[in-house]
């Protein structure tokens, strides 16, 4: 089993930055694909950002330049950099878990509770 904390989640304003914390515990292993999701108000879940076991980054094209994924792999610890964040940046950030390092959606087997980001002006 694979343990996911979120932590760095809170109100920030328009412009302003945070830097989100994922601790991995358990059985991680940094040759998994890590990946930050995200679910807005009355939206669905999205990824926005994921880190495989090489350290390669992808991201969603609306984020791309905004965001950063990044990973301690000596601490099991994955971070998410976000910048310029707008109020449609509000929601829940997950991040998950792919022991496969496929980096696709079903893969992510493993999630953390998530942590509230509030954007507001």
């Known amino acids: 089993q694979v343990q996911l904390e979120e932590s760095g989640g809170e109100s920030v304003q328009v412009g302003g930055s945070l830097r989100l914390s994922c601790a991995a515990s358990?059985?991680?292993?940094?040759?998994?694909?890590m990946a930050w999701f995200r679910q807005v108000p009355g939206g669905e879940r999205e990824r926005i950002a994921t880190?495989?076991?090489?350290?390669?980054?992808t991201y969603a094209h609306s984020l791309k330049g905004r965001f950063t994924i990044s990973q301690d792999s000596t601490k099991n610890i994955v971070y998410l950099q976000m910048n310029d964040l707008r109020s449609e940046d509000t929601g829940t950030y997950s991040c998950?878990?792919?022991?496969?390092?496929?980096?696709?959606?079903?893969?992510?087997?493993?999630w953390g509770q998530g942590t509230q980001v509030t954007v507001s002006s």
């Open positions: 998950a878990a792919d022991p496969t390092d496929l980096c696709i959606g079903s893969s992510f087997i493993y």
């Open positions: 880190i495989d076991g090489d350290g390669a980054t």
């Open positions: 358990g059985r991680a292993h940094s040759s998994y694909c």
